[in-house]
């Protein structure tokens, strides 16, 4: 209850409660949708909430393999993509978020442009027409990175032609016929009501004066500036970054690898024979989103550029299974017999394979492997914010470590209530100093003026014990902990084992 899913939580529960979504609400489809099963089923929806992401997961690596069928000449190669997708490459499942589950669905966006493309019949069009009309009001971001592909798919097949009319010296170096302009209309309807629909909120206002700030006015610092400064903070502390990059993007970095070799196969095979053509124009969204990606460094918008990192593990799977399944059938090369041995070929795949499974897993949810905090809510926390809420002054801040006040109050509060608690949705700079200050003195409350509520959580406690011992003596250490027992600037009023309510007196 922490991040994003609490708050999707409460929407959907606002939702059944007044009959309408929010107006402020930019993505209404999932909290539309939610809502009506959970009205004419009546099921849980904390159930739900677990239920729903891994549904939308399993049909995302069914599309795969679909979208990949439709791509390749050879069965083999629809497989291994089905099969590389079940790999738990695309990041996290059980996140009930509009993002997450909208990314699960470009595959299958992919699979409807593929057969528009292919069939050349005005009945794939009615079934792309809905998926781009659906896709603005679904997220934001999924919807730029579809518009992204219907606008780049006819580059490298242009690239091609370029090339070979230079290289032959005719006198028209790029044509155009009417099926390159097959994707102009898909594009203009999505790019259209994406600009209608996103127009009509402020956040639009917010990410155009975000983009004025950093280039006319420098006035905010880019997303590449804080994640140097991250690198930076992470390293003066004794950090491997480039350790954590190979655990948490070592995945995505072999994608791209296998991706850049199958790129020469594609090349040779579309310039020599003319084949593969739709696979090889995955290539132009391919380049474009790295591109974008490197570009978003420089802004501070309000979505950084790794969340365009599962696009690329996407696209990745697509070319990874494409270069496995022609090493397995290839039979050309006679130069070294042990290349042409099935013995040899299979366990070189099935190890690639292997490795891409058990690298995801490990970075699949947060863990002290890849030094992520697990954002699941535990019993406790759900019980000790509600008796927060029943029993709390409303006039008193709160402070504590990793708390979401706000979070949980989306979740379990009603708007007019969550308006009466006015709680921040996270404590920023509101949290407890290190070592609760008794590094220079022998109460928290010294360091107060005025009473305040403190929430001390299991994972607090746990926080650098398991994920980060070698900063304890930094910031806070168990015996930090056993102290506020016995700290007589504090009340306690509340513990249930893993939530500490307590309230920090002012000193007189």
Sequence with gaps: ????????????????????VSTSLIYPITHIYLSEFVFFTGLDLVVLHKIVPLTFGLLCALCMYVLAKALFANYGGAVLAGVISCCLTFGWYHNLTPNALSNMLIPFALF?????????????AVPLSAIIIFYPVFHVLPA????????????????????????????????????????????????????FWISSFHVFGYTIKDIYDTLALEEKESKGAAFLDQISYAQNYGYSVIEQALKVYGVQALLVLLSLLALLLLWREFTARGQNMPLLSFYGPFFVILFIMGILFIFNLPFGPLRFMIY?????????????????????????SLLQRTAFKVPCVTAVIILLFLASMLILYPSPYNLGANYHTTQS????????????????????????????????????????QRLPMYLGGRIVPWHFGYDRHHTLAAHYTDEIDMIITQRDRLQYVDLFPNMAKLRFTEQDFEQLDYDPGMSFLYSNGGFDLRKVTTVV
């Design 144 to 195: 730029i990175v579809l518009g992204l592909m219907l606008l780049t798919l006819w580059i490298p097949g242009k690239l091609v032609e370029v090339l070979q009319n230079l290289r032959e010296k005719k006198a028209f170096i790029l044509k155009y016929n009417s099926e390159d302009f097959r994707l102009v209309f898909p594009f203009l309807l999505l790019f259209s009501w994406f600009i």
């Design 1 to 20: 209850m922490g991040g994003d899913p609490a708050s999707h939580i409460g929407l959907i529960k606002e939702t059944l409660d007044t009959g309408h």
């Design 381 to 420: 926390e759900v019980m000790g914010m509600t008796f927060f809420y029943d029993y709390r002054d409303v006039d008193i801040p709160v402070t504590g470590i990793t708390v979401a006040p706000g979070r949980f109050s989306r979740a379990f509060l009603t708007p007019e209530e969550q308006s009466v």
């Design 112 to 124: 409807l442009i593929v057969r528009f493309l292919q069939k050349r019949v005005w009945t794939w």
């Design 312 to 336: 690329i593990s996407m696209l990745g799977t697509l070319f990874a299974a494409y270069l496995l399944s022609h090493f397995l059938v290839d039979r050309k090369s006679k130069n070294n």
